[in-house]
């Protein structure tokens, strides 16, 4: 795989504020624009991102559990699917309540 990386979707669920499955994408090429009124989950959305593709699954450090969805013990959920140098690959990543990662790598392969 050669050339950079790019976001092609984001989804969340139950993550800060955002109830529920929150799906973003797909992203054109270029700059994509997250709009809303204040306190709605924007800076959530990229938090949700960060800890998808550097945290570890069973991470339970403060940061972690900011991303439950407030007064719930509902476990924050998130699905990344990207383009590394034209192939697809996806990351799935529950945190807290049965922590899970799911990596899906081009052609079929996968790694838990």
Request: no cysteine; glycine share 14%; net charge positive.
């Amino acid at each position: 795989m050669s050339g950079g990386v790019k976001l092609v979707s984001l989804s969340v669920q139950d993550v800060g504020p955002l109830r529920g499955r929150i799906d973003l994408g797909p992203f054109s090429s270029g700059v994509n624009v997250i709009s809303g009124r204040n306190e709605v989950g924007k800076s959530t959305l990229v938090e949700g991102l960060r800890a998808a593709l550097f945290e570890r699954h069973d991470a339970k450090h403060t940061g972690i559990k900011a991303l439950q969805t407030h007064g719930t013990r509902n476990a924050p959920e998130m699905w990344v699917e990207l383009d590394v140098g034209g192939e697809r690959v996806s990351v799935h990543k529950r945190f807290l309540e049965k922590p899970l990662v799911e990596v899906r790598l081009p052609g079929g392969g996968a790694a838990y």
